[in-house]
């Protein structure tokens, strides 16, 4: 009496329909992580001027305008700032409050 034999699947044929699982999950994740993220402005410093923690110091005649995105603990870049900055001179730029009650870390410029 010849009985079927049950098919086996090779070790390659389980990786693969994992790692078709897997591929699959990874651009789930980074499609809502790219949906749901706080969009922040690109930030800038123009040329002439040079920034350094909250400071920013113009070496033009002009005044200039500085962006930057404040940065929070735990969220990232939160908010955007902007400054600014008469010629030849300093200014500070603006503090924001982070949603989550922190102190901000920094400002990416």
Do not use: K
């Amino acid at each position: 009496m010849n009985l079927p034999r049950p098919s086996v699947r090779s070790g390659y044929e389980d990786w693969w329909s994992q790692m078709r699982c897997t591929r699959w999950y990874a651009v789930m994740m980074l499609a809502g992580i790219a949906v749901f993220a706080p969009t922040v402005a690109s930030a800038s410093i123009p040329p002439g001027v040079q920034c350094a923690g909250t400071m920013c110091w113009n070496d033009t005649d002009e005044p200039l305008q500085v962006t930057g995105s404040v940065v929070c603990p735990g969220v990232g870049p939160f908010t955007e700032v902007q400054a600014t900055v008469p010629p030849h001179g300093s200014t500070m730029m603006p503090g924001a409050a982070c949603p989550n009650g922190e102190q901000p870390v920094g400002i990416n410029y």
